[in-house]
T-cell receptor
Framework: NAGVTQTPKFQVLKTGQSMTLQCAQDMNHEYMSWYRQDPGMGLRLIHYSVGAGITDQGEVPNGYNVSRSTTEDFPLRLLSAAPSQTSVYFCASSPGTPRDGYTFGSGTRLTVV | AQTVTQSQPEMSVQEAETVTLSCTYD???????LFWYKQPPSRQMILVIR??????QNATENRFSVNFQKAAKSFSLKISDSQLGDAAMYFCAYRGGGDMRFGAGTRLTVKP
């Protein structure tokens, strides 16, 4: 099925561990973004990319790294997990025009203990 | 930076009735797009409706319609003939030249 695929769906980490959340889309979309969703705060932008090789910071980038070596993939790396990073993470993609809404992945629920 | 505000954390509506969810935004851009997304308990984000800022006509999609007031920077969502399946979190979103920004969300409960 065409769309945005995120893995894993659930993850528990210990404080200080590192991990990578995977995101892939097969729609040839230029834009890709990572959001985190916390109760009462909506979705906040972590990092985004407007094309392969180009990334930029969003509202809450600290503690996260991204890269975009291909159009299809946009992994999110947690360098040293902290309890404050407990959240639901969404990857999203869209074509290059602002009129298009984002297509979202199904999300990753991450718990840092 | 653009901000999106949803002032109603929770709303409830009786089945078959009409409910309006509020959203305001702040921007200095003249060309932008506004969206409403629905997030049911499955967690999936579903696009409900889109409005182009340059269009004066309010967007409609079946039972969903918006009231777009550009001068007031207001973008409310009206759900008519509410159904049990409309129960969800609803997010208002803004997109100008690049990324998309979201409000905090409104949780809608539908009572049978």
């Amino acid at each position: 099925n065409a769309g945005v695929t995120q893995t894993p769906k659930f993850q528990v980490l210990k404080t200080g561990q590192s991990m990578t959340l995977q995101c892939a889309q097969d729609m040839n979309h230029e834009y890709m973004s990572w959001y985190r969703q916390d109760p009462g705060m909506g979705l906040r932008l972590i990092h985004y990319s407007v094309g392969a090789g180009i990334t930029d910071q969003g509202e809450v980038p600290n503690g996260y790294n991204v890269s975009r070596s291909t159009t299809e993939d946009f992994p999110l790396r947690l360098l040293s997990a902290a309890p404050s990073q407990t959240s639901v993470y969404f990857c999203a993609s869209s074509p290059g025009t602002p009129r298009d809404g984002y297509t979202f992945g199904s999300g990753t629920r991450l718990t840092v203990v | 930076a653009q901000t999106v505000t949803q002032s109603q954390p929770e709303m409830s509506v009786q089945e078959a009735e009409t409910v309006t969810l509020s959203c305001t935004y702040d921007t200095s851009e003249s060309d932008y797009y506004l969206f409403w997304y629905k997030q049911p308990p499955s967690r999936q984000m579903i696009l409900v409706i889109r409005q182009e800022a340059y269009k004066q006509q309010n967007a409609t999609e079946n039972r969903f319609s918006v009231n777009f007031q550009k001068a007031a920077k207001s973008f409310s969502l009206k759900i008519s003939d509410s159904q049990l399946g409309d129960a969800a979190m609803y997010f208002c979103a803004y997109r100008g030249g690049g990324d998309m920004r979201f409000g905090a969300g409104t949780r809608l409960t539908v009572k049978p």
